[in-house]
């Protein structure tokens, strides 16, 4: 499994209320949690980004609350992957639940620029800088993980499991 876009950085400590303001959790519709994405850290990303682009960050990415909009709100924007320092452990668990792949990435968060082509291959952990020719390395997901990514979250994969 691969994805690519294009490199939108922030900072550290990108909090959950900063992901998906809290005026806004009185739906759980992606669609609608799309349209907030970030718009008290940049107003402009969800006009800007486009589909399959790749959030930068620093340390404790989704720190905050544990809510699972935030993670939610990322995916249903069409970011394909966040890369950071580090994540808020329950931040993690939430976008694997959800289906979105997050990588801690320290080496790429330093090199990678605002507006960078990213590649990112989560077989591998291998993270392709296309603007600067550069290669840095993430642990690759457990099988298990990827499995419940590639189906699209931890319900669609148990519905999928208990089909069978």
Not at 72 to 90: D, E, H, P, Q, T
Request: charged share 30%.
């Amino acid at each position: 499994m691969k994805a690519r876009g294009r490199a939108w950085k922030y900072g550290d400590n990108i909090d959950t209320d900063v992901i998906i303001p809290a005026r806004y959790l009185n739906t759980s519709d992606p669609k609608e949690l799309a349209q907030h994405v970030l718009e008290d850290l940049d107003p402009e990303f969800r006009y800007k980004m486009k589909p399959g682009d790749i959030i930068v960050a620093g340390e404790n990415f989704g720190c905050g609350s544990s809510r699972e909009h935030a993670p939610l709100a990322i995916k249903a924007a069409g970011v394909s992957a966040v890369i950071a320092k580090s994540f808020a452990r329950i931040f993690y668990r939430n976008a694997i639940n959800i289906g979105l792949p997050i990588l801690e990435a320290p080496e790429a968060v330093e090199r990678i620029e605002t507006g960078d082509e990213i590649e990112i291959d989560f077989s591998t952990g291998e993270i392709r800088n296309l603007t600067k020719g550069e290669v840095y390395h993430a642990n690759p997901f457990p099988e298990f993980i990827m499995e419940i990514i590639k189906a699209g979250g931890l319900v669609e994969w148990a519905k999928r499991r208990l089909a069978k």
